[in-house]
């Protein structure tokens, strides 16, 4: 057990494309399970999770994707880049960041209450209702050139782009830097799930650092004389306790904003087509009554959660279904093992559009940190998958083509690549 759930910390392509049997057998013989390899606990029951997830005052997000090991990888790659002159201007700007206040994803309450608070306005769901309009637009415009073509390799061609020209226009910046910003997320979120980096990928995650921050530093600088009507105003004018926030602060919560805003969604859109590729039927079932979509959305969240999990550690000593946790020590609370807890969802690694209890998942998180744009990410995905089904048909896995690699992230969960062929419906 303890080898096989190395196998996929290690990234290993066999345990990441299907990680589901190593969780199963970790929940039946050791539900809170110590991993030597992480040097942290890990956590696959689902009730177990909900009550880590809800008890802050015993556990703390500070280090929601994981604690770095300094003898890991990605210190070892900044110590060796750190003898580089030509970094040091970027090892300022890391530096700077590193030594900021927690923000949302890694803040505790009272704090993240009150920065949530502040920010809120940014995706409250009369604005978003306001952006299905434009949503529907980039559906469209992604669409038309590729309905007649029978055949497209999905993630290049529609589910990075859908979810990136939406958070682009939602923060603001516009789709002119689109392939930037695509890049300086994909370097930014590097880290997470990923241990044992190159010294390449360490040195683009410094580089995209460096870009992001100088590039969305003026726009705050600017939105707080001249605010407009999206995500880096609400952010430059947001007010925490009578104050206003840092521009590190500031620059942490536009950085979670785009990563999460594209790579969650992108996956998730990518995990839905996979299926409908796979299952025989499921393109009808979902057009005779389309009033399932957002059930079968929830149900691809469950089967295949974009974030597998993220971290917690003991604000003292405590314990978790019997097991002794000190303060200090870590859990990956692995959400997607929860979503297949058996005692919660009946015939859990069966994918069924129509189950009753699909929404109850945990592929947002749940309690204080549930994922704030988890609306924005539903509303995104229902409104392609809608037209998805409006436009083509028969859509089917390509001869050949398909190597299923996942993405070398034991945390996030997505293809790289994944070629279907249809037909354009009439």
Known sequence: MADQLDALIDREQTAIGCPYPIFSELRKESPIHFSEKLGTWVCTRYEDAMEILHDTDRFSSLMPTGPRDGRGGFAVAMEELAKDPGMAEYFQTFLANAANAAVLLNADPPEHRVQRKAVNRAFRPSRLRGMEPMIEEVTEALLAPIIEKEEMEFVAEFAVGLPMTIIAYALGVGIDGLATFKKWSDDLVMPVGNPD????????????????????????????????????????????????????????????????????????????????????????????????????IEEGLRYEAPVGGLFRAAKHDTEVNGVKISEGEHIWVIFAAANRDPEIFTDPDLFSADRENAREHLAFGHGEHYCIGALLARTETKIAINRLLENIENIKLAEGKNKFEYEESFVLRGLKELHVTYEPRL
């Not at 650092?209 to 609400?234: A, C, M, Y």
């Open 197 to 296: 980096p190159s010294i390449e990928k360490v040195r683009d995650y410094l580089i995209s650092l460096k870009g992001f921050n100088e590039f969305f530093g003026q726009l705050l600088q600017e939105r707080r004389v001249s605010p407009l009507e999206d995500i880096i105003s609400d952010v430059a004018t947001a007010e925490v306790n009578g104050e206003m926030l840092n521009e590190a602060e500031m620059l942490s919560m536009l950085q979670q904003f785009l990563v999460a805003g594209n790579e969650t969604t992108t996956k998730l859109l990518t995990n839905l087509m996979h299926r409908l590729a796979l299952d025989d039927g499921l393109e009808e079932m979902l057009r005779d009554d389309p009033s399932l979509i957002e059930n079968f």
